[in-house]
């Protein structure tokens, strides 16, 4: 069981003011090592080499995301509402907190190379032999179960889940708003307050209050915005272009044999593929910055470059193309293997579209659910069939393909090259 | 020479909505490894287990620094007053930028442990075989000489130093704003485009007028409670002391011939202080943690658990002591030795105190020069002259004696020790 | 001719930190007595009602549009831009400060009961025997002229009239801030600094880099949600209705002969529809607020209470009707009647949509200029012709009809009608 | 009896974000017409004639001081603290509300020249003939004389006045911040959060934790620094000056028997010292601004002249006085003689002082209880006896004298009054 704190805990947050902690058990996870080690892991990945401020870690968000919950729930109980199942709140709050939990350090780019994923490692630590699985076991023997099946999206209460994980859940709550602060751009603002204030639980939905709606078309609109202001900004993604080829160039280094002078036992496991738990704490954003910092140094000059372009910033140039056929690509090849870059680790054609970021889906879309709207007399709508705004962001597909590539590329000492470079990705040389 | 560039360049900032850049020289120096690496430095160290958005680097503060000497300085030659010598626009801007590129990993433990220094780190990157070196001898043989000159305040010309540092200057200014608006706290506010309508060049020195002084009061105001409620903050303090502590035992073991697991070169260096630029620059915030994070699993139990606090936050308690002797500090060792704790790794006194952060010193002190009003006929009073709150608030001396050492102490199975220490300290004993 | 001042003036202002004046005949215009009138004039008429922090003057307004169109041209100026016409900075300013001079009290109500405009009121003040004309004729004797033509937007150079009028123009930027920051909403923010800084001039016109897309996309998203939210909310039309009946209530009444116990000579004129400049001086809202509270004295029991409603916030109740036809209306007449409330006062059907607060519109309908994209090779695009959001947002016709009527009708002693009203309109009545 | 609403309604509010109403009888006295009256009242009277910005209500500040309460009481309910007195919840909500509603137009200037004052008329309005009467009735027969009790500092129970009327109250705590947000000053932001946190009901009185003196501290830098950069401003207090003078001038001329073209009952009334409430009712500040510009047209020239600069802001000139003697007075008064102006209206010393706004006072003056901390084992100490700051803060007299005459003495026709006068004062006369 879990008991209230004698007195109240609390965090100064840039973003909710205060954080308030209220239950022992919250207290326990948020000193756990595991719950700690998110200090060392950035939110928002290589995004802080395109905005210096959003250099915020995943520790902080998660903290957001249990705060968001805590305000929603006691909103909830305030009022009385007979739709929420009380019993689950402290589920629901330890879900908020822990559902990031397994997050490694540039997890995109690693999860890409090595088919890790960070969900499953979150229930993994949840249900491992860890700290977090020690506190949350004081709860109930099944409480870990319990946490895990909510943050895997299966427990059997889609109300819970929905708080957690869903086109209006905490989650983005929070990190609308935390990045839109510390990288400093206006987009991510909205009024979190009025949009707790018309959420309702109803037969076990969390819908909202159809006054609301231009309120939840703002939360919108801020996503929109940041989803291609800052998520997807080229820089941003040229740096996680890099850190994928540093990967794969070094995976491929490990199955040919190669003899690195900087290796270590987590790293080791990683292309083996069988991480243990105790080994995935160790592999946080320092430990992996080390690396890159060290085989910046390695005799290999593929990856030691791109782990030099990374540290220092020389990050990839990038162009848009107004279309792409095979016989660009294939010139574009022909053209970096004569100037000696091998196209696999220098050359990427990028095409900006990530589930875990689109602005809105009407439909269940990965486990998604979308945004429902009460009427007065408790009919419920999906707002897209309500907001021609909604309607239209929904809908829009502006990502563009973009061509990455060393800027070196363009002042080849084979001017021919550079000349023929340029004419093909449309640029004018000079 | 440098020229300006062809188009403005802009940074997003959080604080300053936006960083401008003007200059190629200015440009370049940002783009060299050197400061590119001031990313991995945090600019708060240890801090942020205190507060968790006080997680920004050295990056972001040195462009803020950059940016509010840019102002000040544009404030001048907009209104033509003719004491600012014109020809120093680039010196005052480069020695914004780069005054803190020699800070290394944990400042403050470091360099109390091995003896460096980060102003002098900063001239020997600024002086020795580096990119940033290369950047400004462009501008002129001897301008790298000039820079570190201003960084070093040896530099001829006061008001040139006086910008980057002084009692009032871009370097207080920009990380007061920035410290407050990561951390959340409301206490670094004050209206930095009022103080610098206010600042006059005048025969040689920076002065303001009279009628800010009220303005200036308020900033003073800022640094006092962010000195006490953030930068002293006994919490921040505990994690400094095991810091400390942990480079204390990592070179007694050193000294004694222990055989790390892990030691990598720079590391080395540092142990036997002869550190070389080239592994200066490898010495990163993610180095240390990688380092602190390896050896928590080193043999010898002291290093290993000091660590191991670090990483996963269990800091050392503290209680504040009234009076302070050399009786007390004895019995206290006493019951540590008792109960098997090294007292020397495991208790300390603490008097907060610390020049770089004091609120304000009337005179000349630690070479930071005292903030001068000037009236409309021009003459000038230092300003604790004027203003009795700032009267007051460099005469404060609120420091207390802190105890830090391990809560476990307080539930030693021998109940005896812990209730004579409990008894020691002043703490009720439950 | 006009001179800098001496030394640059500054107005604290919360939107724009400090506004900045850098001309004599700024500062002169200013002090006029009609500029001054502008305080007693509210930016938002009845809106305070609805949004109690919504209290600011157009006084504030003015200086705020002075401020943006300052750093508009401040930008151009310090650019170089070629097509800017440097000459023109001064008329711009002007233009900007008093575009609004003209507006009385409440204007929507009394321009629509009494046929005055505050457009042709702002050019009889610039030209007419005033302090305002008088500062403007010492910078040249046909300078008053080419302020009124900017006003007016007749003024022959493109470029000068869409920095005050267009759909992109100070006035716009400056409200759309302004009123977010009073009213105390989130919708009204956007980053002003970026779209400043990718606005140009281009062959008499100004126009935007494509790069600021998204941030004008932004600026027009605010727009659409301060629109619905803010200035159409129904609370502020009921308050607007109101003044409405009370103007044509009081105008039958004089045209009827009826005694006013209180009148005063700029009452007569409006009546008589012949005010003059000195008239209208006097015209300002604490004047007509003194009249409505005076009139609720009134033996006339029609006038003395809608003045009451107004005076003491009890508004007529509004419902949203599905569908609209005569048929309804007449029978809603009828009950009106028959519970002995004159329909003529106490009945409106609203349908909200004016020209001055539509959102976007890429055609140049009522002399608003659209906004005009230019890419990096110099050519224009109509912004809704490549943004779906603009598009989308440039189609939406929201607008409802909105029945308003007396709440007591709802409570009507004869029962029936009650019934009968709530019938109609489809309440439930209880 | 007073039951909750069955939702509660909340007002946006840009100081708190939402002001929350949950009871039918703060709703219902919210919607008197003594209560909107307050709509018609500016906070800080003649401010906005300094700071633009400030141009907000009493209307919004009363809401304000009411939720600031509701927040505090809401803070001991969750925390179940004993020594809160439960069932005076509803009457601290009222007087916080109420506390100003007596306040007339210009209070400071009319309560001086005709002894009206404030508070009394609070009282009467809630004990008199009015809705707010009806209202507060409904409660308890004696609910009305309890509420005015409190107001009056007369009620029985410290701790209810003390959370309207102290050094740290309600009333303080929202002015401060609302007055920084509308004028746009940065001085006035504290950390109400944290202060309402450490807020405790100890013994029949407010108690602060004395883990909260630097948010104490920084609250009370926040009054000194408002108090002289807002408050006590030199244009603001020349504009109350001037009306004061008008006052004066009027009560002379009515005295003397002139003939008024323009005078209305509730003026007469408050001649006559004899208002009742229902004409209270009707003096507001949109009525004296109707009598300033009526006024400003009398054929007696000085209660014209008054009227029309305090209009147009034509306001007096000051200088500070070094010194001050009778001879000094003397003489000035001899030379506007000569100037033929009259002194008595033309010529004002001023000392700033205003017990309602002093920073802090360690007794009990003026029946404002001092700031009590309180130690973990429960014993107060007065605030000042801890904190330095608040020690020299609270001993700060830093007013001057200045001297306010019409700026065209300086530029009299007979050139050698102006330079006496400019001798007299220590100006340069150019």
Redesign the interface.
């Given at each position: 069981m879990s008991s209230p704190l004698q007195e109240?805990k609390?965090?100064?947050?840039?973003?909710h003011?205060?954080i308030y902690v209220q239950d022992q058990t919250i207290w326990d996870l948020i000193?756990?090592?595991e719950f700690?080690?998110l200090?060392?892991i950035r939110q928002l990945g290589t995004c802080?080499?395109t905005?210096?401020?959003g250099?915020?870690?995943r520790?902080?968000h998660s903290?957001g995301v249990y705060e968001v919950t805590r305000k929603i729930i006691s909103q909830f109980e305030r009022?009385g509402y007979e739709d929420w199942p009380k019993g689950e709140r402290l589920l629901c709050l330890c879900a908020a907190l822990l559902h990031d939990v397994g997050h490694g350090p540039f997890s995109h780019s690693i999860e890409k190379t090595f088919g890790t994923h960070h969900e499953e490692w979150s229930c993994r630590i949840v249900l491992g032999d860890t700290e977090i699985n020690r506190v949350l076991s004081q709860v109930s023997p099944t409480f870990p179960q319990q946490v895990a099946g909510v943050i895997a999206k299966t427990y059997h209460k889609e109300i819970v889940v929905s708080l957690v994980s869903s086109q209006l859940d905490a989650d983005r709550m929070d990190y609308l708003l935390r990045d839109a602060?510390?990288?400093?751009?206006?987009?991510g603002?909205?009024?979190l307050?009025?949009i707790l204030?018309v959420m309702r639980p109803f037969q076990g939905h969390i819908v909202v209050k159809d006054s609301g709606m231009?309120a939840v078309?703002?939360y919108l609109?801020s996503r929109?915005?940041m989803y291609?202001?800052v998520y997807f900004h080229p820089v941003t993604r040229s740096a996680e272009i890099i850190l994928h080829k540093i990967f794969q160039r070094a995976k491929q280094l490990f199955e040919e044999g190669y003899g690195f002078q900087f290796m270590?036992p987590p790293l080791l496991s990683l292309f083996h593929q069988k991480l243990t738990v105790q080994e995935y704490h160790?592999l946080?954003?320092?430990?992996m910055?080390?690396v890159l910092?060290?085989w910046s140094m390695e005799s290999d000059s593929v990856l030691a470059d791109l782990c030099?372009r990374f540290?220092?910033?020389?990050l990839f140039k990038y162009v848009m193309l107004e279309k792409l056929d095979v016989q660009l690509i294939e010139k574009l090849r022909e053209v970096m293997q004569q100037a000696d870059w091998d196209p696999a680790f220098y050359l990427e054609i990028d095409f900006p579209s990530d589930l875990s970021y689109d602005v809105y889906r009407p439909g269940n879309h990965d486990e998604k659910l979308p945004i429902l709207l009460m009427d007065q007399k408790g009919s419920l709508t999906e707002i897209s069939r309500r907001s021609?705004?909604v309607?239209?962001?929904s809908?829009?597909h502006?990502g563009k393909y973009h061509l990455y590539f060393p800027e070196e590329l363009l002042q080849h000492p084979l001017g021919s090259l550079s000349t023929e470079l340029c004419k093909l990705i449309g640029l004018e040389h000079g």
């Open positions: 109240e609390v965090f100064k947050d840039p973003v003011k205060y000193n756990t090592k700690q080690r200090r060392r802080f080499l905005f210096h401020g250099e915020h870690s520790f902080s903290l009022n602060y510390f990288t400093g751009v206006n987009y603002t909205f009024d307050e009025r204030r231009h078309e703002d609109m929109y915005q291609w202001q270590l160790l946080d954003e320092a430990f910055q080390t910092s060290q030099a540290l220092n910033r020389r021609e705004i309607r239209s962001i809908g829009i502006m």
